[in-house]
């Protein structure tokens, strides 16, 4: 990502014959400077603004408001407090309010210790709520605020938290660092993102979020056909303002000799930062895909694998699930997800099935882009150059005759594809804690159990290549009968696995185990996919090759 230190007007429409002065000035820095800069902190560190809440006193309450302490309240090991809070503070600043429009938003941040876990968190500010992006998500920073809550003279931020102690042993001294920062314009900045998502012959998805309410642009650019002119730069597409941007992009023509280049651009009052990116266009006859998931809790373990990666020559990225610790904490998709694989997720689309940690979040769907007609299906199916790719959300309804199933049979049904391979989070078969049998030799979760006893059998009737999932931490492929081979991937950073002392009579048709950060690649050329499971290192734990198979 790059900063544009000028100010820049652009133009509402921009024509595709030449780059406009906008234009040629954030192409030129986009090559000029680097793709991969350090994101910038959503903070007065970052921003040079002040801390309104610098000199204010933070008052306390745990009943329900009827009176306030300036001591910060204690929770014990594993106990739930409902908290409310309040700070005064003034506001007379010399600049405000002739220069509103310098400062449109202000940004809350709430610092705490790793112990401590939100459950439901509201501020206000002077009596009128402060919005949040989505509804179900829970905000360690509040984005976007409104410059016009502030008010010359006192003002009052209350807040109502209620906070879970996640130590098992330690009380919780809940005693947030808090920061209302105003921002400029020129504090513009991508979050996260661009993510490329779901992609075609035709088209290709990408997904973005400004950390304020912005107009994102995606201008086509190509060397001119003229020797010394300089590049042509076509708006494709753009946005309306706001934080969360979503896109399904025209391509206009494929090369498959090279990647076509597109500039991802967000402008607010004349301020514009923008990425390049290379959407994939596979070969004609031979798609390689990775498959890997379970990248939560541990960025520095999933930024070693998401480099072997982004380094391995994929078309696509499939994500198994379970991104992050929780998903409905908004921070965590950046700490944990996107931060650590910038240079892959900007450069391979990634297709995910959802995970248990995910939490149902709704920042999920808005992100990752499915390929699905308005990218956000949490069941899906797409074909690829003779290939069939079906990705579930293993915690619905996969009985024997639910609808989940009659939409699964009639894709199996109706492909001619050469392999189908299926994603999920839950395996059907697995050696390590996921896999647990109860006494009569049942799967105990639910959506394991549905796996192995509604999915797999139908996976074998219509004569699928392989069952594909993580949820347990580790890589391990069997091959039960009926030949669907059963692979879990669960090597992206998440802690390690071992086996099950019961882990025979759990799976008995294990080939191969290990437990180990990992990545499985797959490579289809012809009548032949091969699967290779390496580690970040490049060696190889494990190799499997399949042959075409015969639509039944």
Same mark, same amino acid.
């Given at each position: 990502m790059f900063r544009y230190s000028r100010t820049l007007r652009a133009s509402a429409n921009i024509a595709s014959a030449s780059i406009t002065a906008v234009s040629a000035a954030v192409v030129a820095a986009v090559i000029l400077l680097p793709a991969s800069g350090d994101v910038l902190a959503q903070s007065s560190a970052a921003t040079g603004a002040f801390n309104l809440l610098e000199n204010s006193v933070i008052e306390y309450s745990t009943d329900g408001g009827e009176t306030y302490s300036q001591q910060p309240p204690i929770v014990g090991p594993r106990e739930t407090a409902r908290i409310m809070i309040q700070a005064a503070f003034d506001f007379d600043h010399p600049i405000y309010p002739s220069s509103a429009v310098s400062w449109p938003y202000a940004v809350l941040e709430l610092n705490h210790g790793i112990i401590a876990s939100y459950q439901t968190m509201s501020f206000a500010l002077n009596g009128k709520t402060i919005e949040t992006p989505l509804e179900g998500m829970t905000y360690r920073t509040f984005p976007a605020i409104s410059a016009q809550l502030l008010k010359r003279g006192q003002n009052v931020l209350t807040g109502e938290i209620t906070v879970r102690n996640s130590s098992?042993?330690?009380?919780?001294?809940?005693?947030?660092?808090?920061?209302?920062?105003?921002?400029?314009?020129?504090?513009?900045?991508?979050?996260?993102?661009?993510?490329?998502?779901?992609?075609?012959?035709?088209?290709?998805?990408?997904?973005?979020?400004?950390?304020?309410?912005?107009?994102?642009?995606?201008?086509?650019?190509?060397?001119?056909?003229?020797?010394?002119?300089?590049?042509?730069?076509?708006?494709?597409?753009?946005?309306?303002?706001?934080?969360?941007h979503r896109f399904r992009v025209p391509r206009s023509r494929i090369r498959t000799e090279d990647k076509e280049t597109y500039l991802v651009s967000a402008e607010r009052d004349g301020h514009v930062v923008g990425n390049l990116v290379q959407p994939s266009v596979p070969d004609e006859g031979r798609l390689r895909f990775v498959a890997v998931g379970d990248s939560r809790t541990y960025p520095d373990r999933w930024r070693v694998v998401a480099a072997a990666i982004a380094g391995s020559g994929a078309d696509l990225f499939i994500h198994v699930g379970d991104m992050v610790a929780s998903g409905v904490r908004d921070w965590e998709w950046d700490e944990q997800f996107w931060n650590p694989a910038r240079s892959l997720l900007s450069r391979i689309p990634i297709y995910a099935v959802i995970g248990n940690h995910e939490r149902s979040a709704p920042l999920f769907d808005e992100l990752l882009y499915a390929p699905a007609e308005d990218g956000r299906a949490r069941n899906w199916s797409q074909e690829k150059m003779g290939v069939l790719l079906i990705g579930i959300d293993g915690q619905q309804?996969?009985?024997?005759?639910?609808?989940?199933?009659?939409?699964?049979?009639?894709?199996?049904?109706?492909?001619?594809?050469?392999?189908?391979?299926?994603?999920?989070?839950?395996?059907?078969?697995?050696?390590?804690?996921?896999?647990?049998?109860?006494?009569?030799?049942? %799967?105990?979760?639910?959506? +394991?159990?549905?796996?192995?006893?509604?999915?797999? #059998?139908?996976? *074998? !009737?219509?004569?699928?290549?392989?069952?594909?999932?993580?949820?347990?931490?580790?890589?391990?492929?069997?091959?039960? %009968?009926?030949?669907?081979? +059963?692979?879990?991937?669960?090597?992206?950073?998440? #802690?390690?696995? *071992? !086996?099950?002392?019961?882990?025979?009579?759990?799976?008995?048709y294990s080939e191969v185990f290990a437990s180990v950060l990992h990545y499985c690649l797959f490579e289809i050329e012809g009548e032949t996919c091969t699967m290779k499971a390496f580690t970040p290192g490049r060696d190889i734990i494990d190799t499997w090759t399949w042959t075409a198979r015969r639509p039944r």
């Open positions: 098992r042993e330690n009380n919780l001294t809940f005693a947030p660092h808090m920061s209302l920062v105003p921002l400029e314009s020129r504090d513009l900045r991508f979050q996260t993102g661009p993510i490329l998502g779901a992609f075609g012959r035709d088209y290709f998805s990408l997904t973005c979020r400004t950390n304020m309410p912005a107009q994102v642009s995606v201008f086509r650019i190509e060397d001119s056909a003229m020797p010394g002119e300089r590049q042509r730069m076509e708006l494709v597409i753009k946005s309306e303002m706001g934080l969360i309804d996969w009985s024997a005759g639910s609808e989940n199933v009659g939409w699964l049979e009639e894709v199996l049904s109706r492909s001619r594809a050469k392999f189908i391979f299926f994603f999920t989070h839950y395996p059907s078969w697995s050696s390590a804690g996921h896999g647990s049998l109860d006494e009569e030799g049942v %799967p105990d979760e639910r959506p +394991v159990r549905e796996g192995r006893e509604v999915i797999m #059998p139908l996976l *074998e !009737k219509y004569g699928a290549t392989a069952f594909i999932a993580g949820h347990d931490h580790d890589y391990e492929r069997s091959e039960p %009968p009926g030949g669907v081979t +059963v692979i879990i991937t669960g090597g992206g950073g998440a #802690p390690s696995y *071992e !086996k099950e002392e019961d882990a025979e009579r759990q799976n008995p």
